[in-house]
Structures are given as C-alpha cells and as structure tokens.
C-alpha cells in the first residue's frame, strides 16, 4: 500500500484518493485557505501511482508545479506541496499497489495489511479474527458473530478501532492471477479420529484431491463437539438452516472452557485449515457465526472413535431419521 509521511502522519493511499478542502468530498482534508475543494488526486492505474492536479493555486513536486489536469507518475522520495501557502510537504515512502488494509483511527497504531488470516488483537489474546470467506469476502469475527465487511467499516476491539479500506479492482486481478477457476471452490472433507477415552482427537482434510494431515491439536476437540452437534440434528430431520447451532456459553460449559478461550480455539482452528488449504485462497470455511452462536460447516465429515465409525456426515444426502 502506498504511503505518503509529513511530519505528524502516516498517510495509506486508497485506489482513488483526493486531496483537499471540502471534508465531504475528499479522502484527506488540506487545513491550508488556498486549497481548493478538490485540490489534487493520487491514483493507482494498474501499473503506477498517478498525481493529477485540479486546484487553482497548484500542487508542488519537490518545489516544482505541476501542469493542471495532467497525469505525472510518482517516485519514492519526492516531497508534494498542495498550495502556494501549504507549510506542511508530505513525502513519498512506498508507492506498492493498493490493497484490502484495516487502518487504525489511532495514527500512532500500525495499519493491518490483509492477506489471508489474522488474530486480533493477536493471536495469544485473540478477541476477534479478520479472514477471507470462500466467496471472497473480508469477514470480521467476532462474539457477536460473522460480519462482512464493507468499504469504510470501523470495527473495534476494547479500546482499539481500525476502518476497513477496499480496493476491489486489485482485488479482483490479484484473485485472477493466483486463482484462475475463481468461480470454482473444491471440495474438502474432514477426517475425526478421536481415542476410545477421547483424550486424543487428530483431524486430517482431503482437500483438492490431497490428504493434508492436521495432527493433534487442542482446538480440534472443540470443532469434533460442533461437527457431532450438526450430525445429531441431521439425524433428527431437522433442516440445513437449523442444523449444529449451539450457543457460545453452552458450548464453554460443555468443553469447560471461559468464552474467551473458546473463542480462541475457534480462531485457531479457522486459521489452522484456511493456513493448510493456501493455495486455494477460497477455501470452505469450517465454522460458521451468528450472534451467540456457532455450529460446524455444511461440509462433509467423518468421525472415527477408536476402531468404530461414529458417524458420517454428508450435506449432500438426507439422512436416515434416528429412531
């Protein structure tokens, strides 16, 4: 993501950023009275950052105006000025392409740069988790449940706020190029293999084809209790809409765990399969929120106990009702 300093800030550039007077109707607003209301624009064309001056007092590169309505390329390390009278230069750090980013409303706080998968506010006090859904949205995750995030959202985490910054033109060319069936999601399948006194519980995804081993893991035991959840009300009839919710606190008191430790294990188990299927950056999610509540996925799973199949469970296929 492109930045632009001065001597009190730290400045992400969006796709299509404006500089100027009028607060409506600009990105950064210029506090100097010769700035016009729309003074400059600083924009990504695929392939660089332009600057284009609509003001009637100038914008500056390193002292020297630029034509007016012209587009010129940036360069890291020139300094701009907007305005004759402007007193604060602002420099060129990093000129990157833009990206989806959580940008803090405290400018003394770092931005967020998202990528796949993050723990907030990290992943040893995770609160809240921020990842990419399998249709390609950023989802924020939290107690109160899934929320997909729009262009300027601010969410927040106890005294910490950031707002979320999309760019959808680069993050459609991005997905194109590491993805080319974007339209196509794999299948995946989820393998429980719990001990007879279920004191171990290894989890294995087919995956795309590849048996991808998951190992021993504490959080696994907390997806196998939602995972036997769905397979239950599967087997009472109910419907897929209804199927495996359980709310949070029940499901604390079931594992004998805080709420806030459950939460974590959820995060980390997201994190752990969204990490393992990388290369398929729409990976199927494994738990899924509303507010007070979570269940397992609609995808398929098996759970072996011991040397005894314990159930199976396939969204595709209706059930036998229990008797």
Not at 101 to 128: C, G, R, S, W
Not at 164 to 190: C, G, K, M, W
Not at 249 to 278: I, Y
Request: proline letters at 4%.
């Amino acid at each position: 993501m492109a930045q632009l300093r001065n001597e009190n800030e730290l400045l992400y550039l969006r796709t299509l950023h404006i500089f100027g007077r009028n607060p409506s109707k600009v990105d950064t607003v210029l506090g100097n009275s010769d700035a016009s209301q729309i003074h400059t624009v600083i924009a990504w064309n695929g392939v660089c950052w332009d600057i284009t001056d609509h003001s009637r007092n100038g914008t500056f590169i390193d002292g020297k105006r630029l034509q007016g309505n012209v587009k010129t390329a940036l360069a890291i390390g020139q300094k701009l000025q907007f305005g004759l009278g402007g007193n604060v230069s602002w420099q060129v750090m990093d000129l990157e392409p833009p990206c989806p980013m959580l940008l803090p409303l405290d400018k003394t706080q770092t931005a967020i740069v998202l990528q796949n998968f993050h723990f907030l506010p990290d992943e040893t006090h995770a609160q809240a988790s921020v990842y990419l859904s399998a249709n390609g949205q950023w989802v924020w995750d939290d107690e109160t449940g899934c929320h997909a995030l729009k262009d300027g959202d601010v969410v927040r985490i106890s005294d910490q706020a950031w707002r979320y910054s999309f760019s959808a033109a680069i993050e459609l060319t991005a997905d194109v190029r590491l993805n080319p069936a974007i339209q196509h999601v794999h299948p995946i399948h989820f393998d429980f293999l719990v001990s007879q006194n279920e004191e171990h519980v290894y989890l294995s995804i087919d995956f795309s084809g590849a048996q991808i081993n998951l190992g021993e893991r504490t959080h696994h035991y907390s997806l196998l209790t939602l995972a036997r959840r769905r397979y239950e009300d599967a087997q009472r009839g109910m419907d897929a809409l209804s199927q495996g919710w359980i709310a949070v606190d029940d499901l604390s008191k079931m594992l004998g765990l805080e709420p806030t430790h459950l939460n974590t294990q959820l995060f980390r188990a997201r994190s752990q399969v969204m990490r393992e299927c990388h290369e398929n950056k729409h990976c199927p999610e494994v738990i899924e929120r509303r507010r007070g509540e979570v269940r397992f996925s609609a995808a398929p799973f098996r759970i072996m106990r011991g040397m005894q199949l314990e159930a199976h469970f396939n969204p595709h296929i209706a059930p036998s009702p229990l008797a």
